[in-house]
Protein backbone atom coordinates (compact mmCIF):
# COMPACT_ATOMS: atom_id res chain seq x y z
CA UNK A 1 0.00 0.00 0.00
CA UNK A 2 1.41 3.64 -1.01
CA UNK A 3 1.87 6.22 1.86
CA UNK A 4 -0.70 9.03 1.28
CA UNK A 5 0.01 12.50 0.62
CA UNK A 6 -0.39 14.77 2.99
CA UNK A 7 0.64 12.55 6.04
CA UNK A 8 1.69 14.70 9.11
CA UNK A 9 3.66 13.51 12.62
CA UNK A 10 1.81 13.34 16.10
CA UNK A 11 3.72 16.54 16.70
CA UNK A 12 2.65 18.75 13.87
CA UNK A 13 -0.81 17.36 14.85
CA UNK A 14 -0.59 19.25 18.48
CA UNK A 15 1.17 22.49 16.69
CA UNK A 16 -1.72 23.01 14.18
CA UNK A 17 -4.21 22.45 17.12
CA UNK A 18 -2.09 24.46 19.50
CA UNK A 19 -1.96 27.22 16.63
CA UNK A 20 -6.31 26.90 16.53
CA UNK A 21 -6.72 27.53 20.40
CA UNK A 22 -4.35 30.54 19.88
CA UNK A 23 -5.60 32.07 16.91
CA UNK A 24 -9.76 30.90 16.61
CA UNK A 25 -11.14 29.67 19.59
CA UNK A 26 -11.93 32.74 22.13
CA UNK A 27 -13.71 33.98 18.44
CA UNK A 28 -15.89 30.81 17.76
CA UNK A 29 -16.36 30.50 21.14
CA UNK A 30 -17.90 34.38 21.19
CA UNK A 31 -19.78 33.28 17.50
CA UNK A 32 -21.69 30.06 19.60
CA UNK A 33 -22.20 32.09 22.87
CA UNK A 34 -20.60 28.56 24.63
CA UNK A 35 -17.62 26.57 24.23
CA UNK A 36 -17.72 25.32 20.59
CA UNK A 37 -16.93 22.16 19.08
CA UNK A 38 -13.48 21.88 17.61
CA UNK A 39 -13.29 18.09 16.41
CA UNK A 40 -15.84 15.51 14.41
CA UNK A 41 -15.10 11.85 15.05
CA UNK A 42 -16.26 9.42 12.52
CA UNK A 43 -16.07 5.48 12.42
CA UNK A 44 -13.59 4.03 9.58
CA UNK A 45 -16.93 2.01 8.81
CA UNK A 46 -18.64 5.08 7.76
CA UNK A 47 -15.98 6.49 5.99
CA UNK A 48 -15.41 3.23 4.09
CA UNK A 49 -18.84 3.18 3.02
CA UNK A 50 -18.95 6.71 2.39
CA UNK A 51 -16.27 6.56 -0.02
CA UNK A 52 -17.62 3.72 -1.33
CA UNK A 53 -20.93 5.14 -1.37
CA UNK A 54 -19.61 8.42 -3.76
CA UNK A 55 -17.67 6.41 -5.91
CA UNK A 56 -20.99 4.51 -6.94
CA UNK A 57 -22.65 7.53 -7.30
CA UNK A 58 -20.31 9.60 -9.27
CA UNK A 59 -18.36 8.14 -11.85
CA UNK A 60 -15.50 11.27 -12.06
CA UNK A 61 -15.34 10.86 -8.43
CA UNK A 62 -11.41 12.06 -7.42
CA UNK A 63 -11.83 12.91 -3.83
CA UNK A 64 -13.07 14.63 -0.43
CA UNK A 65 -13.45 18.14 0.21
CA UNK A 66 -13.74 19.24 3.72
CA UNK A 67 -15.98 21.68 5.00
CA UNK A 68 -16.91 23.47 8.25
CA UNK A 69 -20.16 24.25 9.03
CA UNK A 70 -22.30 25.21 12.09
CA UNK A 71 -24.70 22.70 12.77
CA UNK A 72 -28.77 23.09 13.06
CA UNK A 73 -29.59 25.96 15.31
CA UNK A 74 -32.40 24.61 17.62
CA UNK A 75 -33.82 26.95 20.88
CA UNK A 76 -31.19 25.29 23.03
CA UNK A 77 -28.68 26.21 20.91
CA UNK A 78 -29.66 29.31 19.07
CA UNK A 79 -26.12 29.86 17.52
CA UNK A 80 -25.29 26.14 16.77
CA UNK A 81 -21.72 24.35 17.24
CA UNK A 82 -19.22 24.16 14.20
CA UNK A 83 -19.22 20.75 12.40
CA UNK A 84 -17.22 19.42 9.77
CA UNK A 85 -18.67 18.25 6.57
CA UNK A 86 -17.74 16.17 3.65
CA UNK A 87 -18.61 16.46 -0.02
CA UNK A 88 -16.94 14.49 -3.19
CA UNK A 89 -14.96 16.46 -5.88
CA UNK A 90 -13.94 16.26 -9.55
CA UNK A 91 -11.88 17.02 -11.75
CA UNK A 92 -12.88 20.10 -13.85
CA UNK A 93 -10.83 22.15 -15.95
CA UNK A 94 -7.63 21.00 -13.94
CA UNK A 95 -9.32 21.99 -10.92
CA UNK A 96 -10.99 19.88 -8.08
CA UNK A 97 -14.41 20.96 -7.98
CA UNK A 98 -17.15 20.22 -5.80
CA UNK A 99 -19.51 17.58 -7.60
CA UNK A 100 -22.78 19.78 -7.30
CA UNK A 101 -26.22 18.05 -6.22
CA UNK A 102 -23.91 15.25 -4.76
CA UNK A 103 -24.37 13.85 -1.46
CA UNK A 104 -22.09 14.42 1.50
CA UNK A 105 -21.48 13.48 4.87
CA UNK A 106 -21.42 15.12 8.82
CA UNK A 107 -22.91 14.21 11.71
CA UNK A 108 -19.85 13.08 13.56
CA UNK A 109 -19.50 12.65 17.12
CA UNK A 110 -18.41 16.25 18.66
CA UNK A 111 -15.34 16.02 20.88
CA UNK A 112 -15.35 15.55 24.64
CA UNK A 113 -15.22 18.08 25.91
CA UNK A 114 -16.79 19.95 22.66
CA UNK A 115 -13.54 22.76 23.12
CA UNK A 116 -10.84 20.59 24.16
CA UNK A 117 -8.58 20.27 21.35
CA UNK A 118 -5.73 17.49 20.23
CA UNK A 119 -5.20 14.98 21.35
CA UNK A 120 -8.35 14.45 22.51
Do not use: H
Not at 19 to 40: F, M, P, Y
Not at 53 to 75: A, D, H, T
Request: net charge negative; proline share 6%.
Amino acid sequence: MTKPTGIITAKEAVELSDAWTKLRQDANNTAAGQEDNRSSWFSIDDMEAFIKMIKEENPFVNGVRCYLGVNQISKINPNGLTTVLMVPTESKGGKNQDIIDANGMDRGDAGMPPGQGYPN
